[in-house]
């Protein structure tokens, strides 16, 4: 039996996301309403967002730092139940993103895309796609995302 029934292939970026009544103007601040971490880029979210739902889902992602907030988010990932190989390592840094949204919705964000921790994904454990009904590619990743296109073929 597979792990996952769908399977969606991307970076990790542990995330924090601040809603704010309304963007401050330049050269001043705003107090959020809300301040809620989670991890991010798309494929992250689609799984998290899945395992909420609780349909089998599993995640092949970068390998993030061996750093507090590459632990959290392996640590998170484990206790939601999404499926995967989910790795840390001493020689890289986790990437990091912060995003703002005002109460229509409209956002900015601050996105730390590392080459190096994209490069991961060059070596990622494919195998969970053994089985898997449905994968999805994040379109970010450049040509990471061709390899598990021709596996899931």
Same mark, same amino acid.
């Given at each position: 039996?597979?792990?996952?029934?769908?399977?969606?292939?991307?970076? /990790?970026?542990?995330?924090? /996301?601040?809603?704010?009544?309304?963007?401050?103007?330049?050269?001043? $601040?705003?107090?959020?309403?809300?301040?809620?971490?989670?991890?991010?880029?798309?494929?992250?979210?689609?799984?998290?967002?899945? &395992?909420?739902?609780?349909? &089998?889902?599993?995640?092949? $992602?970068?390998?993030? $730092?061996?750093?507090?907030?590459? =632990?959290?988010?392996?640590?998170? /990932?484990? *206790?939601?139940?999404?499926?995967?190989?989910?790795?840390?390592?001493? *020689?890289?840094?986790?990437?990091?993103?912060?995003?703002?949204?005002? &109460?229509?919705?409209?956002?900015?964000?601050?996105?730390? =895309?590392?080459?190096?921790?994209?490069?991961?994904?060059?070596?990622?454990?494919?195998?969970?796609?053994? $089985?898997?009904?449905? /994968?999805?590619?994040?379109?970010?990743?450049?040509?990471?995302?061709?390899?598990?296109?021709? *596996?899931?073929?």
């Amino acid at each position: 039996m597979p792990q996952a029934d769908i399977v969606t292939f991307g970076m /990790l970026v542990p995330a924090t /996301l601040l809603i704010v009544d309304e963007f401050p103007q330049v050269n001043t $601040g705003a107090i959020p309403s809300r301040v809620t971490e989670f991890i991010s880029d798309d494929a992250a979210i689609i799984a998290t967002t899945l &395992r909420g739902w609780d349909v &089998r889902s599993g995640l092949i $992602g970068t390998t993030l $730092g061996n750093d507090a907030a590459g =632990r959290r988010t392996v640590k998170q /990932l484990r *206790k939601l139940g999404v499926a995967g190989s989910h790795r840390t390592s001493a *020689k890289l840094h986790s990437p990091y993103e912060v995003s703002i949204s005002d &109460r229509d919705g409209n956002r900015t964000f601050f996105w730390q =895309r590392s080459p190096d921790v994209l490069a991961t994904l060059e070596s990622a454990d494919l195998s969970l796609l053994d $089985g898997a009904k449905l /994968l999805y590619v994040d379109w970010y990743d450049e040509d990471y995302i061709i390899r598990p296109m021709e *596996k899931a073929g």
